[in-house]
């Protein structure tokens, strides 16, 4: 998962968990109020300047 630090894409390792069907609840890897990239596009890579729209 990519999280915004600045104005860099930064790549986190998370720890998803099922949350029923078609649910996931991350539980580790980020923090509450931390901006993540909920569509990254294609060639996204680790701390690529991103601009938040």
């Given at each position: 998962m990519y999280v915004v630090e600045g104005n860099r894409a930064v790549l986190r390792g998370v720890?998803?968990?099922p949350?029923?069907?078609?649910?996931?609840?991350?539980?580790?890897?980020i923090a509450p109020g931390e901006m993540v990239i909920?569509?990254?596009p294609a060639g996204l890579s680790?701390?690529?300047r991103v601009k938040v729209k």
């Open positions: 720890s998803p968990r949350l029923g069907q078609d649910r996931v609840i991350v539980s580790g890897g909920v569509e990254a680790d701390k690529a």
